[in-house]
């Protein structure tokens, strides 16, 4: 999404249990592979034992940096190191070869979260491959990384307060986002030209030689889907399998952007409302929020927040009370996932009641603010990568056009669309190497499977299915449910016909629905106090899935 962005990482997290795995084989040899340039050297990757669960036991991960041109057309220019780790299969009798992973975003990251997790996430696929996760050029522990240096709180597209129609300073609010262009420019070099999805897929085909595997296995989440679209693209006969969780509509995505996040908008008012039926529906899973007209207590205390904010006096870490603009933050942040909501009803609950901590804990977490009061640059890296590739409108009236459309249109959500996206009409890099499409998949080619949720709020069904026809040679499951990601807790059905495509390469039935199986339930115990990780929210940070 546009504004403001949860930090992506591993969708629907398990717990964690962390196990020793055995180092495999050895590092492939060295050898030539043309990813659209000439002469580039696949890298031999030397693997060392690397992460670390929360509980301080070995994650059973290794991890290795690969070298790659920054720029494919000059291959022995300026170079990128990207960060690499894999999780051995295993079932070493039984191994595939390498599943590579992608979280999301742009911008989200997959080393930290397999260093953390090993394969406790994907256990079953665990079985029979590697899990082979790379940090994006630009991203993560990648080098070099897109950071701005901001506080994206006070500058950048998510900087509060957002503004309406009623209140916005035009000239004001147009420099503060030219100063964020500004500080973006300042603080990164050569690398803000070649961070383009169509460079990833290319160090993607570099890093599947480099692991050993003849063909590409891929599961990508929400942008990710771009990326192995991307990839099925410019590499028609270099994949086994490609699986598609929650995806963008590639074609607009890159080509009709301020579409695409307008209709991402339309679909988080319609989560919203799903939430607020559920809650009235359910008022014990609903911590007891709104009683039989949440909709209406959900505005009066945003109402409320705007004119006077809320303490939040039991988050000691960061105390600061909480206003409109910060629920609304959050509230995006938990509608990502249905496993949120218990979450999302119990803070509301308790800054009706007057305490809104637990908010304020959600509002950092989506900012990406730390412990120690910084941030990370996660949001950053998402508008640079966007505002690089994809087809902007140049400078800023349309934006405001925009913006004064969604606040008559999405009462709860303008600020994801019109607005918050000047910074994108100033943006002046452009990466040529970007690809546009089409994305058509070659009868010869292997089927993509997609696997999309009929209510996902970040990227919306019907995206889904414009995406499938796009694509043309796809296989669609559908999940009936909510959130943002299926695989592998929304439902058994969903798990079976992933892992069955995976492994065996077969495909499912036609038109195959599945039900999503996550409850709605408050969390247990509810969180009368908030400690800097409080039970409920434990995983909360790692399970917040990306983008948009």
């Not at 291959?75 to 191994?95: C, E, F, H, K």
């Not at 570099?206 to 889907?225: I, Q």
């Not at 303008?414 to 890099?429: A, K, M, Q, R």
Request: charged share 20%.
């Amino acid at each position: 999404m546009s504004s403001p962005r949860p930090r992506p990482s591993a969708p629907l997290l398990a717990a964690l249990l962390g196990a020793l795995l055995a180092l495999l084989a050895p590092a492939a040899a060295a050898r030539t592979v043309d990813p659209d340039a000439d002469g580039v050297e696949v890298p031999e990757l030397t693997w060392t034992s690397c992460g670390t669960t929360p509980a301080g036991t070995e994650a059973g991960v290794q991890c290795a940096t690969a070298e790659l041109p920054m720029d494919y057309d000059d291959p022995d220019g300026d170079q990128v190191r990207l960060a690499v780790a894999r999780v051995p299969a295993t079932d070493t009798a039984n191994r595939i070869g390498s599943l590579f992973i992608n979280l999301g975003g742009p911008s989200g990251t997959i080393v930290d979260v397999l260093q953390e997790n090993g394969g406790t996430i994907w256990p079953t696929l665990n079985q029979r491959f590697d899990l082979v996760g790379f940090d994006p050029r630009g991203v993560g522990q990648s080098t070099p990384a897109i950071d701005c240096q901001v506080d994206p709180e006070e500058l950048g597209n998510s900087s509060q307060p957002f503004p309406t129609p009623l209140d916005i300073d035009v000239d004001a609010f147009v420099a503060k986002h030219q100063a964020y262009v500004d500080a973006c420019l300042a603080n990164n070099g050569d690398i803000l030209a070649h961070v383009s999805t169509a460079n990833v897929a290319r160090d993607m085909e570099v890093l599947r030689a480099a692991v050993g595997d003849e063909k590409l296995s891929y599961l990508g989440y929400s942008y990710g889907t771009f990326l192995g679209a991307t990839f099925a693209a410019l590499f028609p006969d270099g994949y086994r399998a490609l699986v598609l969780d929650s995806p963008v509509d590639v074609q607009e995505y890159i080509s009709d952007p301020l579409s695409n996040s307008a209709a991402q908008t339309a679909a988080f008012e319609r989560a919203l409302h799903r939430f607020f039926e559920a809650c009235a529906a359910d008022q014990v899973a609903c911590s007891g929020f709104g009683g039989g007209q949440p909709s209406s207590a959900y505005d009066g205390l945003l109402a409320r927040a705007d004119a006077t904010p809320i303490p939040a006096p039991r988050y000691t870490a960061d105390p600061r009370p909480v206003d409109g603009d910060d629920i609304r933050v959050a509230t995006t942040t938990l509608l990502y996932s249905k496993q949120f909501w218990g979450i999302l009803a119990a803070a509301l609950a308790q800054a009706a009641a007057g305490d809104a901590s637990l908010l304020r804990l959600v509002t950092n977490l989506s900012y990406d603010r730390l412990e120690d009061g910084s941030y990370g640059p996660g949001s950053d890296q998402f508008f640079t990568i966007g505002a690089g590739e994809r087809q902007w409108p140049r400078g800023v009236e349309t934006y405001l056009d925009r913006g004064a459309e969604s606040w008559s249109s999405f009462p709860h959500f303008w600020i994801n669309t019109g607005y918050s996206e000047i910074s994108y009409g100033l943006w002046p890099v452009h990466d040529e190497d970007t690809y546009e499409g089409p994305f058509a998949v070659e009868e010869s080619s292997p089927t993509p499977l997609v696997i999309a949720t009929t209510y996902d709020p970040a990227t919306p069904y019907q995206g889904a299915l414009r995406t499938v026809r796009a694509l043309g040679n796809a296989r669609l499951v559908t999940m009936h449910g909510d959130g943002h990601g299926a695989y592998p807790d929304g439902s058994a059905c969903v798990r079976t016909a992933v892992d069955a495509y995976l492994v065996d390469l077969t495909l499912p039935a036609e038109g195959l629905v599945c039900q999503q199986e996550v409850p709605f339930a408050a969390p247990q115990p509810v969180p009368a106090e908030v400690p800097a990780v409080p039970e409920p929210l434990l995983d909360l940070e790692a399970r917040l899935a990306g983008i948009r």
